[in-house]
């Protein structure tokens, strides 16, 4: 199955299902289709990493695996695990007279096997976009074990033998580059850097995801949301700070985005005590 | 076989590959792999737009934001937006002839293009502006050449007789009109401006390019990429771009430095509980039990020569320090010239950056006497009023390029020092190779307490992270 026809086309089916995606992001999008290459996204936080991923599979019409990743993660949690539970009272329920390597070949079958995220992913036999969230949280040892799957899609089960896929899933992996990946995980993927966008398209994805929002609003919400990119915060506000924001100014019925309303809902935007100071001194906001 | 030639003839291929060198002379890792990954993209890809194939380079040869300025610099040498005056120009050429080329830079012509520009730096329009830069190199920075193609392009001759800088205030006007207030106008239009200077920048090079091959240009034009910069030879902007970078290094090394905490923490099996737990599962030790490790965290003394030369460096030395301050039991910081101030108190926790840089910058005053660094002398003084900040768990770092005008270096005060403290470092923004040249003590100091270099940023993080580590 091929995933987009182009990348225009790409856009044009993430569009559908709203999510805006720029040229470079749709060209990305439209290669890990047509490559059958995973794809590293990387980019500060809220700019729609994760989302790009749910996009690729509503319009796509896939399901989407996700594993999420953490400190700590192991393969038990990420690929797959013996139930070793019910082995156990597999065990205990068969007759004592049976030989012990009839009990083993029972207990390590497709019944005992629990699957975890990618082995799920490899398995499914329809269209999967496998998401790998924050994969930088993980540590180091994880990523020997994606250099498998994300390479030639297999998983080697020792008792099972290696299970290959049936059929490429398009993987997505995102990261906060809150450490550097190894170089042969970032060799085997794409590359996508996705960053704040242009108040342009900002105004449209704004208006998209808050329908009600006036236009006028809309325009004073992202020239002031361009402005506060350009002072040196702690965090800029990013694009579901954005968001957030026009939710808020919709909920508290603000019609015009003047300095007293700005001053009132800034907290929504800006998370840092010195990033709020700084902002109302540089925008001379009046209290 | 006969395609493969014929592509071969096209010069499409060499093109690609003098690219893949190019990036790989600039530092970037680019294997085969993904040298065959990027055809691949390529073949599935209409060349029907130059930023498809941008953005297919990008996606596949690329791994790394940072290295983005040097691939786009890079791509746009070997990619040109535009051959030499561009399709427009073409256009355009039959009403100029007429006019000859004396009429396209004179006097007049200059005024009218500065109109020209002022009306685009003030409305922000890129597209325009693009077209602006390219004019603007071909108009006014062109260097005739005793020779055909001995002819070259200077974008600093344009800069210097169109001179952009004038028309700041003119910009902060518009800018003011628009209902901006006066400091971000201010900001505002020396980016704009600085966005421009750049563009003009790489217009010129495209030109020199395009006339003595990209290959000549690559290797002498590439600035290196903003964390791999010297400090000493950064510019405004670039110490600009690099302060930016303090908080999400910071940031990043803390997280990377709780992870590696964390991986450490298992200390010693603690028998007795592991023992208590099994009892569940018949005693069988299914889980096995730690003691806790304690953390082991630095005291930290950081002394810095914050004169001209390398003020720069030690600002950044000092934001980083700060702000991974909850990686060390504490931090104290003094500044010198040729006298000692501390500046502890200007870093307060969840400070802002800008004001922590101003308020450092104020108080250099207090750090000199005359004004000329001493690098003894400071080390007396430090010796004589703060000695009471060192002591057996504290780490001693020196932040300076040991260049001490020729004074008495009092080595015998830093062996001392360097006693006294656990561990004791200098970082020296200088090249290794410079070491030792002209009045650099650094052979002198580097005999007591260990010398690193440490020029960029990337090089700033690894030392602070294995300190506190």
């Not at chain 2, 002394?303 to 030369?309: I, M, R, T």
């Not at chain 2, 003020?311 to 301050?325: D, G």
Request: proline share 4%; net charge negative; hydrophobic share 40%.
């Amino acid at each position: 199955m091929t995933w987009f026809a182009s990348p225009a086309d790409a856009a044009a089916r993430l569009t559908a299902v709203g999510y805006l995606a720029d040229p470079a992001t749709a060209t990305t999008t439209f290669l890990a289709g047509a490559l059958e290459k995973p794809m590293l996204v990387e980019g500060p936080a809220g700019v729609g990493k994760t989302e790009l991923a749910k996009a690729v599979a509503r319009a796509t019409g896939a399901e989407l695996v996700r594993l999420q990743c953490y400190e700590g993660l192991d393969e038990a949690r990420a690929l797959y695990e013996w139930n070793y539970k019910k082995q156990l009272l597999r065990i205990q329920a068969s007759a004592n007279d049976q030989e012990w390597s009839a009990t083993h070949d029972d207990i390590f079958t497709e019944e005992f096997l629990l699957t975890r995220p990618l082995l799920t992913a490899i398995r499914r036999e329809e269209p999967t976009v496998l998401l790998i969230d924050e994969v930088d949280k993980t540590d180091v040892e994880v990523e020997g074990l994606l250099l498998e799957v994300l390479s030639d899609f297999q998983v080697t089960i020792p008792e099972l033998g290696t299970v290959e896929a049936i059929r490429r899933p398009l993987v997505v992996l995102t990261s906060n580059a809150s450490r550097e990946l190894s170089e042969a995980v970032k060799r085997r993927c794409l590359y996508l850097h996705l960053d704040y966008p242009d108040a342009e398209r900002e105004r449209e994805i704004v208006a998209s995801q808050v329908p009600g929002l006036d236009d006028r609003v809309a325009e004073q919400l992202v020239a002031t949301i361009g402005r506060l990119r350009e002072l040196e915060l702690k965090k800029a506000p990013s694009i579901a700070e954005s968001v957030d924001w026009a939710r808020t100014l919709i909920a508290l019925e603000i019609r015009d985005l003047d300095d007293k309303a700005i001053n009132d809902t800034l907290g929504v935007v800006l998370k840092h005590a010195s990033d709020h100071d700084r902002a109302i001194r540089e925008l001379r906001l009046k209290k | 076989m006969n395609e493969q030639r014929a592509v071969h003839r096209s010069g499409l291929v060499d093109r690609h590959i003098s690219f893949l060198e190019a990036l790989r002379g600039a530092g970037l890792a680019v294997s085969l792999a993904e040298d065959l990954d990027a055809i691949a993209a390529l073949t599935a890809l209409e060349w029907s737009d130059r930023s498809v194939i941008h953005d297919a380079y990008a996606a596949t040869l690329l791994k790394r934001q940072a290295q983005r300025p040097t691939f786009d610099a890079l791509f746009d040498l070997y990619f040109p937006r535009l051959v030499g005056e561009g399709a427009r120009a073409a256009d355009d050429s039959n009403e100029e002839a007429g006019e000859g080329d004396g009429a396209r830079d004179n006097a007049q012509a200059l005024q009218a293009f500065q109109a020209e520009l002022l009306d685009a730096l003030s409305q922000d329009d890129q597209q325009r502006l693009l077209q602006l830069a390219a004019e603007m190199v071909g108009r006014f920075g062109a260097m005739p050449g005793r020779g055909p193609g001995l002819s070259s392009w200077s974008a600093y001759t344009a800069l210097q007789r169109v001179s952009p800088q004038e028309l700041v205030d003119q910009i902060v006007q518009a800018l003011l009109s628009e209902g901006r207030n006066d400091d971000e106008a201010q900001r505002v239009a020396g980016r704009r401006l600085g966005a421009f200077t750049r563009q003009v920048e790489d217009d010129a090079r495209r030109r020199i390019a395009e006339e003595k091959g990209p290959d000549h240009v690559a290797n002498v034009a590439i600035r290196p990429s903003i964390d791999r910069l010297d400090f000493t030879s950064a510019r405004r902007s670039d110490l600009e771009e690099m302060r930016r970078e303090i908080y999400p290094l910071a940031r990043r090394l803390a997280s990377r430095l709780t992870q590696e905490h964390h991986a450490r923490r298992r200390g010693p099996l603690d028998f007795r509980r592991t023992v208590r737990a099994s009892m569940s599962t018949g005693g069988v030790p299914l889980v096995t039990h730690h003691k806790p490790k304690r953390p082991h965290r630095t005291e930290l003394v950081v002394l810095c020569d914050v004169s001209g030369s390398v003020a720069n460096f030690a600002q950044f030395t000092l934001l980083l320090v700060f702000a991974l301050r909850d990686q060390f039991q504490k931090v104290r910081a003094f500044t010198f010239i040729d006298h000692v101030h501390e500046v502890t108190h200007h870093f307060t926790p969840g400070a802002d950056v800008v004001d922590v840089m101003a308020d450092l910058a104020a108080s250099t005053a207090h750090a000199a006497l005359w004004g000329r660094t001493n690098y003894g002398r400071a080390l007396t003084k430090f010796e004589e009023n703060h000695a009471d900040a060192l002591g057996p768990k504290s780490s001693l770092l020196i932040l300076g390029d040991a260049r001490s005008n020729y004074s008495d270096l009092h080595a015998d005060v830093l062996s001392r020092l360097a006693g006294t403290a656990r561990h004791a470092w200098w970082l020296n923004p200088e090249a290794a190779r410079h070491w030792g040249t002209g009045d650099s003590a650094a052979p002198t100091y580097g005999a007591i307490i260990d010398m690193v270099e440490c020029r960029n940023l990337t090089q700033l993080g690894e030392f602070v992270h294995d300190l506190a580590g």
